[in-house]
């Protein structure tokens, strides 16, 4: 039996055009690979790059079906809407850029 690279999960997803990133470490912002990131930094922290929406103009991470952070909108008839996100960032992202219109006129 062999052992799988550990990065093979990431150098699938690569060639299959998935967006891939990476940080050296998690002070640093995530960034975009090229084929060549995998050789130069090996022993980086890699993931799947999230799936996003534009809201008002900002990127966000697109909401889940289930998760743990939820945002709730009042749709103004009686009904609410609860988003999820998997983490109080992405939660955080998602409410600063729905309130980005009424900050920007105040």
Known sequence: MTTQH???KYLHAYANGEKVEQRP???WPWARVTLRDFADAPTAEYRIAPETITVNGVECPKPATVG???VRIDSGT???TTFY???EDDRRAIYDALCKPFKEGV
Request: aromatic share 14%; net charge neutral; hydrophobic share 25%.
């Open 78 to 80: 009686g009904g609410t």
């Open 6 to 8: 550990p990065l093979a």
């Open 25 to 27: 470490n998690q002070s």
């Open 68 to 70: 743990s952070f939820g």
């Open 85 to 87: 996100f998997g983490s």
